[in-house]
Nanobody
Framework: QVQLVESGGGRVQPGGSLRLSCEASGMIFTIYDMAWYRQVPGKQRELVAKISTRGSINYADSAKGRFTISRDNNKEAVYLQMTSLKPDDTAVYYC????????????WGQGTQVTVSS
């Protein structure tokens, strides 16, 4: 049973930094592409950043230059380092995993709230 558990969310001031963590279990982590999504009320869930099994990375335009996604295959974890945070970054952030050998297997974490305000 695959499980993704996010942590690290919270409230920060504009311009601040925050690091989100996602710990995976019950899966062969090395064959999963990983990603971070976010969602605000009334809007669709949107991709923030993704990292492939081979370390290839893509960012949403809104995240480029400010956010860094990384993965640690030994710890079976993926991270999102966020800097220069803006109020528009406020959202619930979700960890996502997809099995590259069997694309029907995809999983979501429960989400962690990030609030950027004064």
């Amino acid at each position: 049973q695959v499980q993704l558990v996010e942590s690290g969310g919270g409230r920060v001031q504009p311009g601040g930094s925050l690091r989100l963590s996602c710990e995976a279990s019950g899966m062969i982590f090395t064959i999963y592409d990983m990603a971070w999504y976010r969602q605000v009320p009334g809007k669709q869930r949107e991709l923030v950043a993704k990292i492939s099994t081979r370390g290839s990375i893509n960012y949403a335009d809104s995240a480029k230059g400010r956010f860094t996604i990384s993965r640690d295959n030994n710890k079976e974890a993926v991270y999102l380092q966020m800097t220069s945070l803006k109020p528009d970054d406020t959202a619930v952030y979700y960890c996502y995993a997809i099995d590259t050998d069997y694309l029907a297997d995809e999983y979501w974490g429960q989400g962690t709230q990030v609030t950027v305000s004064s």
